[in-house]
């Protein structure tokens, strides 16, 4: 490898409380050259915290792939650059891969600087047996819905997915069609200051949120058992 050439940095943040950024992360983002990040404003609420000074460039699902070139170019030539996400680790439901896949392809180092992520910290709660589980990542809205819940209700272990507020109750109902003996672990808002976590059948989920529809907000992440 060419030792000249710089790093990819994919870096994890937080989602939702900012004490969770870890030491290691913020010295990375001081001292990185830029950050490719999915929106600017939300990066400089993290970096401000901080009081990181790094110059930040958009890098999200929209961006022409020329840019994901130019960026690695910029690598090539010896900066060293990172790529978070709004909330969360890079790669897991956004377009963080194409990027690191990108660096692969040309040969340039990509070092993990690991952190919070949803699915770590429902699982961490969780209380069943999750050494192994699905992670299906968002269900579609509307071509594939059906095949998606079908593919939760047949699987022999548990199946972890995120959600929005806009679907998740009507998403709850169709599982509940496919799988009325299914179990659900909910998490919403997790590490923010409304986080809650919701346990039983998903009978008893739906209800619960039917009767407190002003908790239908945040994001969900979600999991299903048998």
């Given at each position: 490898m060419?030792?000249?050439k710089?790093?990819?940095y994919?870096v ?7 004490s969770?950024?870890?030491?290691r992360g913020v010295?990375i ?15 400089r609420?993290?970096?401000?915290h901080y ?9 999200h699902?929209?961006t ?7 960026i690695?170019?910029e690598?090539r030539?010896?900066k060293?650059?990172a790529v ?7 790669g ?19 070092e ?9 910290a429902i699982v961490?709660?969780a ?8 992670f ?8 594939g ?6 593919k939760?209700s ?6 972890i ?26 998490g ?6 409304y986080?809650e976590i ?6 008893d989920?739906?209800?619960?949120f ?17």
């Amino acid at each position: 490898m060419d030792n000249e050439k710089g790093t990819l940095y994919v870096v994890a943040t937080p989602i939702g409380n900012l004490s969770d950024m870890t030491f290691r992360g913020v010295d990375i983002l001081n001292d990185v050259d830029l950050i490719a990040c999915e929106d600017t404003r939300v990066t400089r609420k993290l970096l401000d915290h901080y009081d990181i000074g790094t110059k930040t460039i958009i890098y999200h699902q929209h961006t022409r792939d020329n840019k994901a070139g130019e960026i690695i170019n910029e690598i090539r030539d010896g900066k060293k650059i990172a790529v978070v996400t709004d909330a969360g680790t890079p790669g897991v439901s956004d377009p963080g891969n194409k990027l690191v896949a990108l660096a692969v392809e040309n040969d340039i180092k990509v070092e993990p600087i690991p952190g919070v992520s949803a699915i770590n910290a429902i699982v961490s709660v969780a209380g069943i047996d999750m050494q192994k589980f699905t992670f299906l990542a968002y269900p579609p809205h509307k071509k594939g819905r059906q095949t998606f819940f079908t593919k939760v209700s047949e699987s022999d272990v548990p199946v972890i997915y995120y959600d929005s507020v806009h679907r998740v109750l009507k998403n709850l109902k169709l599982l509940q069609e496919l799988m009325p003996e299914a179990q659900i672990i909910l998490g919403r808002e997790l590490t923010k200051m409304y986080e809650e976590i919701v346990r039983g059948g998903v009978g008893d989920i739906i209800e619960y949120f039917e009767n407190n529809s002003d908790k239908i907000k945040g994001e969900f992440v979600v999991v299903v058992y048998r």
